[in-house]
């Protein structure tokens, strides 16, 4: 694609001010619908019981395979012969999640338009031979800050992480109307990479880098997480507990704990909270519509995860 016409595809995506479902769905595939997960220390992930049960109220013949790289002692260069083999068995897709949204991408044939701003991709669907990423994880995040910190203040927020996760955060942040975001992270080439890929020529400081943590959240109206901090296996906090002042809002990306450290923090300090039960079923429902072509009941998936999160 010429660099004029990413660009316009860019701002048009920039400028979207709604949060339906995407235009693009594949074909529906045939039963049974073989998908699963890819990444590292997953085995607590809750997708498998959120995709298994919205496909049961369908009747549909569907399995939710986790691949653990941790179990199978093996990093992201083993991607390739695995994306191969899951094309070998039959499946319909895979879901990616970390360490692999980012490495996956070389490995696809196509990319949605969000994808391919974000350079992330959680959502990779196999159709006519052809492997194609898609990003869910924007949407899941907007929908559930729309839901959960409905009338939050957007003027300025920071946000930490520019990995996978961070940059769909940092688009979905965009997209509901913050007017400015100061991304962290703790390679500061990635938070300006970031900032980079989705500045716009007409807001060109709408999106930047950040310096200084501190001066940064005294000025901020909220605080979007987006590191892997704060899961069972990485426990702790992403920043200094002092910081957290009860003027923000804080949105997590963690949901398992669906209470971590700084979600307690944040509440003790008396901030508004929003955990992140809500993004991963929100994206999840977005790629069960991608894998099945079957739009799901979200708030149904939505009370589901909710009976499995202590």
């Known amino acids: 694609m010429p660099p004029k016409d990413r660009l316009s595809r860019k701002i048009a995506l920039m400028n979207r001010s709604d949060l339906s479902e995407p235009p693009y769905l594949p074909p529906l595939p045939p039963n049974p619908i073989q998908v699963g997960l890819i990444g590292s220390g997953i085995q607590a992930s809750r997708s498998p019981a959120i995709h298994l049960h919205e496909a049961s109220v369908h009747r549909l013949r569907y399995s939710y395979e986790l691949i653990d790289l941790d179990k199978l002692g093996v990093g992201p260069e083993a991607l390739p012969s695995l ?47 052809r492997r194609t990423g898609h990003n869910t994880d924007w949407f899941g995040f907007a929908e559930s800050f ?91 906090l992403p920043l200094p507990a002092h910081l957290i002042a009860p003027h923000l809002w804080i949105a997590e990306v963690v949901y398992f704990p669906l209470e971590t450290e700084l979600l307690k923090i944040a509440r003790q300090a008396g ?3 929003l955990n992140g039960g809500g993004m991963v ?30």
């Open 83 to 129: 994306l191969d083999d899951a094309e070998r068995r039959g499946f319909t897709g895979l879901n990616v999640t970390y360490p692999c949204k980012q490495t996956v991408i070389p490995l696809l044939d196509d990319l949605s338009p969000e994808a391919e701003v974000l350079g992330a991709v959680n959502t990779v669907v196999f159709v006519n031979g």
């Open 146 to 236: 729309r839901r959960g910190l409905s009338g939050a203040k957007l003027r300025t927020v920071v946000q930490l992480g520019a990995g996978g996760a961070g940059a769909a955060t940092a688009y979905a942040a965009l997209t509901l109307g913050v007017n400015r975001l100061i991304v962290f992270d703790q390679e500061p080439a990635r938070a300006s990479a970031l900032a980079n890929r989705l500045s716009s020529p007409s807001a060109p400081q709408r999106i930047r880098p950040g310096t200084a943590l501190a001066a940064a959240l005294q000025e901020a109206d909220g605080l979007i997480h987006a590191t892997p901090t704060g899961m069972i296996n990485h426990p702790g």
């Open 281 to 310: 079923v929100f994206q999840a429902s977005e790629a069960f519509r991608l894998f099945t072509g079957i739009t799901p009941d979200r708030d149904r998936m939505l009370t589901h995860f909710l009976t499995l999160t202590p």
């Open 271 to 273: 901030c508004r909270t």
